[in-house]
């Protein structure tokens, strides 16, 4: 157990601590030097402008990309030393849709839990699990590739927890998505809350506004703000995560 | 270990089905190239014995595999453009396994293209069946792992965009360079040396010669297979190589 150390005085189990994160792409500072620590059950927005830097930690987190300088322990388990253990507690869900695409969505729901070890019984159950959760029932037997990009994009999530992850990294997963169907999906990710630890990264603002428990603030890589919402408001003298956001990534000059 | 080969079944048959469902693959693998045994023999065999049965058969079925570095290359340039192999990554999935995976979904249809060429060919020219065709079955799987390996290593380094003109150059390279559609007797002797340097016609001199007979055992069958392994073995290589490089990048 460790103390939430941004002050709200509850006791919170950690996830992830990240330490002096740093990664460079020749001589570009995709991250800077980046510390945060994002506790178990909440759900946690990166915002910023593109090129910030949110994809390449997430990538990092999820042992995808290598840092150039720094590490982070996901449940104390080494980005660096433990991928394999790692990638036992973690899923990924990326900005683009990442599906079998000729395959139907119940054999893409069939091949990420065999993938992910479960038994004939914990596959039939996922499948349950899943398709309730994501109403998918409806197009079970659709070839994926057939499908509309919003229901696309919610089997593609959907696939992302059929491996019960402890924390799961959603970038931009609203990305492209029509009004309806981004609402739908804030739905579904407002009822995965606090089973499970959600690392999201969006350019929505809305969207953070609406879904997080606390958000970080990066911009050219480094992280210029972690709080509450609340928080956020206050320092900013603002009264929406957008201005907010202006406000902290121009300096006050927006 | 178990895990291992349990992982590589379930990705095979995802690959297996991602290629099966896709018609175009078809058409090129076993519609045109069969198109083409029946075309060529019907209007050349009386002319040039490059055209008969007995050559033209395992000429056909080399000329037809080399089309699956296509179709292996488009499938991961796909899934890779997608993401849905970024998201494999995070899987406990080794970079081996997905290579082998990717290799294995195609053997099934290596087996078909080579049945289905030498029985219709079989059919037209009855004189081909015997044990030489038997082995000529059996040793096309060779080749065909060289231009499967060609297609993972275009697929790992190639976007969903270029794959299709970059593969089509292996299989001009088969085409031209295997010499199963002219007789090389004529060509310039740096040119056929360069032939014999190359994978393509050794591919398919392998096939032709094992069905139709050995007389030099080391000319007409070791140096092929030496030959056409090597490539093999590099390019799976440096598939891997590079394979696991995109699996976590630097």
Redesign the interface.
């Known amino acids: 157990m460790f103390k939430n150390t941004e002050g709200n005085g509850f006791i919170m189990e950690r996830a992830i601590k990240i330490n002096n994160l740093t990664k460079l792409y020749k001589d570009v500072i995709a991250v800077d030097n980046l510390n945060l620590e994002i506790y178990e059950g909440e759900l946690f927005s990166l915002l910023g402008v593109n090129g910030a830097g949110k994809t390449t930690t997430i990538k990092m987190l999820a042992t995808l990309t290598r840092p150039t300088n720094g590490d982070a322990a996901i449940f104390d388990y080494s980005i660096l030393k433990d991928e394999d253990k790692i990638k036992e507690v973690i899923d990924i869900s990326m900005q683009e849709t990442a599906i079998a695409r000729k395959l139907t969505v119940e054999e893409n729901i069939v091949f990420y839990a065999k993938l992910s070890g479960q038994t004939d019984e914990e596959i039939i159950a996922s499948k349950e699990k899943i398709c309730k959760s994501f109403e998918l029932d409806k197009v079970l037997k659709k070839q994926a590739s057939k499908l509309s990009g919003g229901w696309q994009r919610k089997l593609s999530i959907a696939l992302a927890l059929i491996s019960n992850p402890k924390i799961l990294f959603l970038d931009e997963p609203t990305l492209g998505l029509d009004v309806l169907a981004r609402r739908e999906l804030w739905k579904t990710i407002n009822e995965l809350k606090g089973k499970m630890t959600i690392i999201l990264t969006t350019h929505y603002m809305e969207e953070a506004e609406a879904l997080s428990d606390r958000i970080g603030i990066m911009k050219d890589g480094k992280l210029l703000f972690v709080g509450t919402k609340e928080e956020l408001f206050l320092k900013t003298n603002k009264e929406n995560v957008e201005d907010a956001f202006i406000e902290i990534v121009s300096g006050g000059a927006l | 270990m178990k ?1 291992s080969l ?2 590589t079944i ?2 095979t ?2 690959n297996f ?2 290629i099966l ?2 018609p175009l693959s078809l058409v090129f693998t076993l519609g045109m190239p069969l198109f083409m045994e029946i075309l060529f023999y019907f209007i050349f065999h009386n002319l040039t014995s490059q055209f008969e049965m007995k050559y033209l058969a395992p000429g056909i079925v080399v000329f037809a595999e080399s089309f699956l570095s296509l179709f292996v290359g488009l499938l991961i340039a ?1 899934d890779r ?4 192999l ?8 080794k970079p081996y396994e997905f290579i082998f995976s990717y290799a294995l979904s195609i053997v099934p249809i290596v087996i078909i293209q080579s049945l289905l060429f030498f029985l219709v060919g079989g059919i037209i020219d009855s004189s081909i069946f015997g044990i030489g065709m038997i082995l000529a079955i059996l040793i096309s799987i060779i080749p065909s792992l060289f231009y499967i390996g060609i297609g993972i290593l275009l697929g790992t380094i190639c976007n969903e965009k270029s794959i299709g003109g970059i593969s089509s150059i292996v299989i001009a390279g088969q085409s031209v360079l295997s010499g199963m559609w002219f007789p090389i007797e004529g060509l310039n002797e740096g040119i056929v040396a360069l032939m014999d340097a190359l994978p393509f016609r050794n591919a398919t001199r392998l096939v032709q010669n094992i069905m139709n007979g050995i007389n030099d055992s080391f000319q007409d069958f070791i140096l092929p297979l030496i030959i056409v392994l090597a490539y093999t073995v590099v390019s799976f290589v440096v598939a891997i190589i590079l394979f696991r490089r995109k ?4």
């Open positions: 895990k349990s992982r379930i990705l048959k995802r089905k991602e469902r896709d796909l453009s997608t993401s849905f970024t998201r494999l990554y995070v899987s406990k999935a699996m976590v990048s630097k």
